[in-house]
């Protein structure tokens, strides 16, 4: 089928060059035209693992190119909108601004009976509204809402096998084509559920609403394992061993960031607050909340395992993006608990596999080292913020000779602190006594 995809970010070029590879004819455009340049030539504008691969594969198959003019979408029968939905400036909404503009921008060129297909995280109702735009605007496309459940770093796989698609829809002839759309991905089993377009948008929303209480309320309870000399990673082993729990994302540290959990839960609140829903989602404000302690009591510990201010103490930050194998920096906790360190006046060494170049532009004050070892180095604390594979394996022996003081806070739970005092570590977790 000829696709087209709008808006090549972490969603966008993910999904054009998926499209592509199953078979489809694409066209990605976006209104950067650094990262046009960049896609079009092979080269992946963010780190994501497979991509790169990926996108050199389907442009040499002829299939993905990618263009800033609108107007290169005008033949597609399918239309991906995959635009940003940030959070407002000013407010908890999404920034809609850049979905109504897709849309507009398409119901000029879409053919009559061709589908816009809305992927972009929006507050329920959204679909409706855009429908009425299109209508308003004379055009002739039919519009579906497909919500995405992509995570970064497992980008790839997750596009090209989905563990559930969803469609939100107002008439056949869109579940038809999203069928020869995704065929190759439904062949092999995949779950797909069709539905309204209220329910398909809320299927979205509630999905990263239920994964961050999950991950907040693990949090909420290294709170209290903190208060009573518990062990939070014991309890989450032995609370997870319930399939009805489940150990996935129940792992404690300094919680969510990125640019879609934290966003999402207060984009949800705001818009209940519209439905005159505020008290159904009430809980969504503790989960935030309970979320944004867990970078402070980072930063507390900081203090407590220095004895006193970190002013002029020489901490070394491993990790700054929001999590492991990506480069995204959006809302991260770790570049956070870095900047809140720097900005009590420690000498703060920040390193990152790939997050500098995107720290950096976020918080230029900070100081960047390119290697573990360059950050280590005469260090009196280590702060581990960022589970990148490279940081969990580190030796503890050879940090700890790298090291002026051997203090090392796990704000990610994620190494062995029988190993690390062992090596003469004073090692402190976040909920772990
Ligand atoms: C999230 C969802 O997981 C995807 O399903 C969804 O498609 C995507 O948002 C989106 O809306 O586009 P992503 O933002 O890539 O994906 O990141 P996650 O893997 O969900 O991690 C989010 C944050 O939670 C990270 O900062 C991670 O470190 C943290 N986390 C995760 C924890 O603190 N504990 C856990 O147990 C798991």
Redesign the pocket.
Known sequence: MRISVIGCG??GAVHAAAMAKLGHDVVGVDTDAAKVEKLASGVAPFFEPGLPELLVESIGSGRLRFSTDIRDAAGAEVHFVAVGTPQLPNSDGADLRFVRGAVDALAGVAAPGSLIVGKS?VPVGTAAELLGRLERLGSQAILAWNP??????FAVA?TLTPDRLVYGVADERATELLDEVYARILDTGTPRIVTDFATAELV?TA??AF?AT??SF??AMAEIAEATGADVTTLADAIGHDARIGR??????????????PK?IRAFTARAEELGRAESVAFLRQVDAINLRRRERAVELAVELLGGPVFERRIAVLGLT??PD?DDTRD??ALDVAARLHGLGARVRATDPEGIENARLRHPQLEYVDTAQDALEDAELVVLV??WSEYRDLDPEHVAKLMETARVIDA?NVLDPVAWREAGFVYRGLGRS
């Open positions: 972490y969603l995280t995405e459940f992509l995570r970064e770093g997750d979205k999905a990263n994964l999950k991950i693990i949090n996935r994302f129940l792992n404690a540290g300094i919680g969510f960031g990125g640019g879609c959990l999402d929001f999590k990506s991260s906790p960022t589970e990610r």
